[in-house]
T-cell receptor
């Protein structure tokens, strides 16, 4: 089962920042936080991942609280093409086997509106 | 560097036939994951394979489903004696190693059982 909790849906105005929250209160010390999104029925797209420090790439920023029990994905300037289901996933890093799996929950359906 | 390639993109089978879904991982990737997505539902993990080994098949139905990832060639997800309930999108992902790396997804195979 997924170890994360996300709101089922959110709206965001085009051009504004989209802040997507995720709770992972039972996260272990060796688990990273990963974010993926799925646009319509396409294959999931990797966005970003992190352990405890904030991370930024060309797509988004990831803010992880100091206790690591929650995180926020930030899309700084949302566009209509960012409308998708966003998945927050915790994934063990230590090695192979089932520890490497990505277990998807229900995600947050983000609707970017003009 | 081509992405994860899945074929066919669409597959129609009659009840009782066999379905073979192929996944060619990204170059240099030796780990493959298969997921199933039923209409209007989330992605469900099925199986995780390395070259010539099944690492975790905890999400695979006990009957009719099998997967392989041979030393040469693509990974194959095989569904024998398909039923209407097998109609779904099947996605595969690949990564160069388990752990702290992103997994990249293909565009999926949409199986329709008639």
């Amino acid at each position: 089962d997924a170890k994360t909790t996300q709101p089922p849906s959110m709206d965001c105005a085009e051009g504004r920042a989209a802040n997507l929250p995720c709770n992972h209160s039972t996260i272990s010390g060796n688990e990273y936080v990963y974010w993926y999104r799925q646009i319509h029925s396409q294959g999931p797209q990797y966005i970003i991942h992190g352990l405890k420090n904030n991370e930024t790439n060309e797509m988004a920023s990831l803010i992880i609280t100091e206790d690591r029990k929650s995180s926020t994905l930030i899309l700084p300037h949302a566009t209509l093409r960012d409308t998708a289901v966003y998945y927050c996933i915790v994934r063990v890093v230590d090695g192979g086997g089932s520890q490497g799996n990505l277990i998807f929950g229900k995600g947050t359906k983000l609707s970017v509106k003009p | 560097n081509a992405g994860v390639m899945q074929n066919p993109r669409h597959l129609v089978r009659r009840r009782g036939q066999e379905a073979r879904l192929r996944c060619s991982p990204m170059k240099g990737h030796s780990h493959v994951y298969w997921y199933r997505q039923l209409p209007e539902e989330g992605l469900k993990f099925m199986v995780y394979l390395q070259k010539e080994n099944i690492i975790d098949e905890s999400g695979m139905p006990k009957e009719r489903f099998s997967a392989e990832f041979p030393k040469e060639g693509p990974s194959i997800l095989r569904i024998q004696q398909v039923v209407r309930g097998d109609s779904a999108a099947y996605f595969c992902a690949s990564s160069p190693q388990a752990g702290n790396t992103e997994a990249f997804f293909g565009q999926g195979t949409r199986l329709t059982v008639v």
